[in-house]
């Protein structure tokens, strides 16, 4: 158990309404993770952290922003949904702080946009 | 850029058969490569993984060899079992690309009938 809990598991909204996923670890680790999983796409990065307050684009990032004030805590945004973000969304954390390159995956979140 | 390619599936078999899914990778610099299940309702979970070619990762009767000359990692197994119905992704980790970022395939639906 890597310690990674996502909140909620599933989300139900309409368009144009805000919507923030959580990633929460308990392990300490600097690098975190979002993911969205779609049919024939496997699982695209979204954005990711290497530490507090550092955050990078991955290669889906429109529409979304993230936030890490805390090493714990991982928060994913979408400012104003749209159905084409209806979607299963993953946070991962990295172990490649401690020399082994090894992503550790949460339950996922399950959003759909109305 | 870096990509990977997976078998199209859904791949049926029936229990005791032989499992091979492919899986070849484009990368700039020298992956590390992985494979990841998914089971129904899951996060993914890390299966096996090879930092450097002609290294052969196995976890639970499942094998895969890192082949550099064929930019291949197919995963094997010798006889599948109903419990391996599941989603597998094979999955490439580049050193070069900072935040130890994950690249995945489209992922492949194992069903094994008894």
């Known amino acids: 158990d890597a310690g990674i809990t996502q909140s909620p598991r599933h989300k139900v909204t309409e368009t144009g309404t805000p919507v923030t996923l959580r990633c929460h670890q308990t392990?300490?680790?600097?690098?975190m993770y979002w993911y969205r999983q779609d049919p024939g796409h496997g699982l695209r990065l979204i954005h990711y952290s290497y530490g507090v307050k550092d955050t990078d684009k991955g290669e889906v990032s429109d529409g979304y922003s993230v936030s890490r004030s805390k090493t714990e805590d991982f928060l994913l945004t979408l400012e104003s949904a749209t159905s084409s973000q209806t979607s299963v969304y993953f946070c991962?954390?990295?172990?490649?702080?401690?020399?082994?390159?090894?992503?550790?995956f949460g339950a996922g979140t399950r959003l759909s946009v109305l | 850029g870096n990509s990977v390619t997976q078998m199209e599936g859904p791949v049926t078999l029936s229990e005791e058969a032989f499992l091979t899914i492919n899986c070849t990778y484009t990368?700039?610099?020298?992956?590390?490569l992985f494979w990841y299940v998914q089971y129904p309702g899951e996060g993914l979970q890390l299966l096996l993984k090879a930092t450097k070619a002609d290294d052969k990762g196995s976890n639970k009767g499942f094998e895969a060899t890192y082949r550099k000359e064929t930019t291949s990692f197919h995963l094997e197994k010798g006889s599948v079992q109903v419990s391996d119905s599941a989603v597998y992704f094979c999955?490439?980790?580049?050193?070069?690309?900072?935040?130890?970022?994950?690249?995945f395939g489209e992922g492949t639906q194992l069903t094994v009938n008894p």
């Open positions: 990368a700039t610099g020298y992956p590390s």
């Open positions: 991962a954390i990295s172990e490649a702080d401690r020399g082994r390159n090894i992503q550790y």
């Open positions: 392990e300490n680790h600097r690098y």
């Open positions: 999955a490439l980790s580049d050193r070069e690309t900072s935040g130890s970022r994950l690249t």
